[in-house]
């Protein structure tokens, strides 16, 4: 059974199927590593989000002072501290939620893969050519079993989980909850699906890292002030000057 919005996604999954084909046919893939090619297309097409997010969080990790301070001054009610928390996001033009786009943006590509790999069509074309195996894979079209399994679950849970703390640890609310939830929900369907749900993943998670690196390597986020130097430079700021006095005409 083909999964029900097949129908929705099928443009999608028309077109995931011309890029792990222009990557077996045309460059000489084989079938997992056109998978991985999908995926490091995938996430070229969001990079324009990605970097978006990686602003978003430098912005966060740069007013984490002041966003502690209102967390502090509000922290016996928690409703004013939600409104004073998105005022201040507007106020700064922060958007709270941007480093969840990304990752859901990949949900649709991901389940078009899930379609494709479980099409006839496709499945009778990887088995005509006689290489569904991919390293310990034994056939990315089919479930994994024994230490096939065992491995795949062991990657998929350990670059999820570095590619989860590496997000997480620049963000606070909703979206940390999501990058850590989003995961554990996929992943009971992921071990029980074709191979090449997992390595897209895998390959996925492996992105995240490296281009976490590369950020870090190339443009390292500014130090957060600390609590004493806000504190200070407050008391340091000087008031502003009184309003003059309107000059009574005669």
Same mark, same amino acid.
């Given at each position: 059974?083909?999964?029900?919005?097949a129908?929705?996604?099928?443009?999608?999954?028309?077109?995931?199927?011309?890029?792990? #084909?222009?990557?077996?046919?045309? %460059?000489?893939?084989?079938?997992?590593?056109?998978?991985?090619? %999908?995926?490091?297309v995938?996430?070229?097409?969001i990079? +324009?989000?990605?970097?978006?997010?990686?602003?978003?969080?430098r912005?966060?990790?740069?007013?984490?002072?002041?966003?502690?301070?209102i967390?502090?001054?509000y922290k016996?009610?928690?409703?004013?501290?939600?409104?004073e928390?998105?005022?201040?996001?507007?106020?700064?033009?922060i958007n709270?939620?941007?480093?969840?786009?990304?990752?859901l943006l990949? #949900? +649709?590509?991901?389940f078009? %893969?899930?379609n494709l790999l479980?099409?006839?069509?496709?499945?009778?074309?990887?088995?005509?050519?006689?290489s569904?195996?991919?390293?310990?894979?034994?056939?990315?079209?089919?479930?994994?079993?024994?230490a096939?399994?065992?491995? #795949?679950?062991?990657?998929?849970?350990?670059?999820?989980?570095?590619?989860g703390?590496?997000?997480a640890?620049?963000v606070?609310?909703?979206?940390?909850?999501?990058m850590?939830? %989003?995961?554990?929900?996929i992943?009971?369907?992921?071990?029980t699906q +074709?191979?090449?749900?997992?390595?897209y993943?895998?390959?996925?998670?492996?992105?995240?890292l490296?281009q976490?690196?590369?950020v870090?390597?190339?443009a390292?986020? +500014?130090?957060?002030?600390?609590?004493?130097?806000?504190?200070?430079?407050?008391?340091?700021?000087?008031?502003?000057p009184p309003p003059?006095k309107?000059?009574?005409?005669?």
């Amino acid at each position: 059974m083909i999964f029900p919005v097949a129908d929705i996604l099928q443009p999608l999954v028309d077109a995931a199927n011309a890029v792990i #084909l222009f990557f077996h046919d045309n %460059l000489g893939f084989g079938w997992g590593a056109a998978i991985i090619g %999908l995926t490091f297309v995938t996430r070229l097409l969001i990079l +324009p989000l990605s970097i978006k997010q990686i602003k978003s969080m430098r912005a966060l990790q740069a007013l984490q002072p002041q966003m502690k301070e209102i967390q502090e001054k509000y922290k016996d009610d928690k409703e004013r501290m939600q409104r004073e928390m998105m005022e201040f996001y507007r106020e700064n033009g922060i958007n709270p939620l941007a480093s969840c786009w990304p990752l859901l943006l990949q #949900l +649709p590509v991901f389940f078009a %893969l899930f379609n494709l790999l479980r099409g006839d069509d496709f499945r009778e074309e990887v088995t005509q050519s006689g290489s569904e195996s991919f390293l310990f894979v034994q056939s990315v079209i089919e479930k994994p079993h024994g230490a096939e399994l065992i491995i #795949l679950i062991v990657l998929f849970i350990g670059t999820q989980l570095a590619a989860g703390m590496v997000m997480a640890s620049r963000v606070e609310g909703p979206q940390r909850a999501i990058m850590f939830i %989003l995961p554990i929900v996929i992943a009971p369907f992921i071990i029980t699906q +074709p191979a090449g749900l997992a390595v897209y993943w895998i390959a996925t998670n492996v992105w995240t890292l490296g281009q976490q690196y590369v950020v870090q390597r190339v443009a390292p986020p +500014p130090e957060a002030a600390k609590p004493e130097a806000v504190a200070a430079a407050k008391a340091a700021k000087p008031p502003p000057p009184p309003p003059r006095k309107k000059k009574k005409r005669k």
